[in-house]
């Protein structure tokens, strides 16, 4: 499908090169078959025409940034990605949430936990009712976990959360208790021990 946005996007900006939606369309495409390259022109020139619009589309304009912001960030370019971000963030605010709760997915597969938890964060204060961006806070931050010391005389072990680790978990099943996620969130907080005061119980040792 990305191959075919390409071609039918490539002959839609050469007939007319003054549309910036052609554009963002097409670095969208580019980006989907990874030519980071051809996408940031792309998406470059569809925020050119819109800065000489009568009439500036925010939705185009958050497009195209947000489209930059994921090829900096796929690229470690983290500086330049969160300043996308937040460019498209400015121009059309009413999609803070769904901007910042992408650049924390990418991030994730990118697997650069402390920007996947920055942007997190930034995704929690955009939408605080979305799920999604406390199990990727969670998930950044349980990188940083460590194991407790062997117990005398069991020897056994628990998992030792980093700060506000356990905190996203428990948001994330607060506001999604059978979610996709909940059954590795649920084992690992029982695994830490926690007992979180919410609609989950941790299971009794």
């Not at 990305?2 to 939606?21: F, G």
């Not at 022109?41 to 569809?46: G, L, N, P, S, Y």
Request: overall charge neutral; glycine content about 6%; aromatic content about 8%.
């Amino acid at each position: 499908m990305p191959t075919r946005v390409v071609t039918l996007m490539s002959k839609d900006t050469e007939a007319r090169p003054t549309e910036s939606v052609l554009w963002a369309y097409l670095g969208q495409g580019q980006l989907g078959l990874k030519k980071y390259d051809e996408a940031e022109t792309a998406f470059k020139k569809a925020l050119e025409i819109e800065s000489t619009a009568k009439k500036p589309r925010p939705e185009i304009q958050g497009l195209a940034n947000s489209g930059l912001g994921e090829i900096y960030a796929r690229n470690n370019k983290v500086d330049e990605a969160a300043a996308a971000y937040d460019a498209a963030v400015k121009i059309d605010p009413t999609k803070a949430g769904f901007y910042y709760k992408n650049e924390a997915v990418i991030y994730s597969q990118t697997n650069n936990l402390d920007a996947q938890a920055a942007a997190a964060d930034k995704a929690i204060a955009a939408n605080p009712n979305d799920p999604l961006p406390y199990y990727l806070k969670g998930q950044a931050l349980i990188g940083k976990a460590t194991m407790s010391e062997p117990d005398p005389k069991t020897k056994a072990q628990h998992i030792i959360l980093p700060p506000g680790c356990a905190e996203a978990y428990a948001k994330y099943l607060e506001l999604d208790p059978s979610g996709p996620y909940s059954a590795d969130v649920k084992g690992i907080l029982d695994s830490a021990g926690q007992k979180i005061s919410s609609s989950y119980k941790a299971t009794k040792k």
